[in-house]
């Protein structure tokens, strides 16, 4: 299963962009999709995510602010990340998850290779 991550760029503050993970080489319907995100020093850290019954996940710190969804016919995911801040600045990574589990790195056994979100003051 290969994963591709893309659409990230340089945004100010306040602005929006929408992440895309093109999903190919598997069943799309057996993985449930997540984005986590590794900001610069840090470690990478849980985002959101949608299983594929359409069941969706998100951390704290992106609630009212990124929706994920999935387009079932494209094979793809998509994080439209909406109100953004300096501190979403990171390399955002799509992840497949065979399992129901979805928040740690351990659960997804597929990686995208991560596409890099900047978010100007």
């Known amino acids: 299963v290969q994963l591709q991550a893309f659409g990230g760029g340089l945004v100010q503050a306040g602005g929006s962009l929408r992440l895309s993970c093109a999903v190919s080489g598997g069943t799309f319907s057996d993985y449930l999709i997540g984005w986590f995100r590794q900001a610069p020093g840090k470690e990478r850290e849980f985002v959101a995510a949608i299983s594929w019954y359409d069941n969706r996940y998100s951390a704290d710190s992106v609630k009212g602010r990124f929706t994920i969804s999935r387009d079932n016919a494209k094979n793809t995911v998509y994080l439209q990340m909406n109100s953004l801040k300096p501190e979403d600045t990171a390399v955002y990574y799509c992840?497949?998850?065979?399992?129901?589990?979805?928040?740690?790195?351990?659960?997804?056994?597929?990686w995208g290779q991560g596409t890099l979100v900047t978010v100007s003051s």
């Open positions: 992840g497949g998850s065979p399992r129901k589990y979805y928040r740690k790195e351990v659960d997804y056994n597929y």
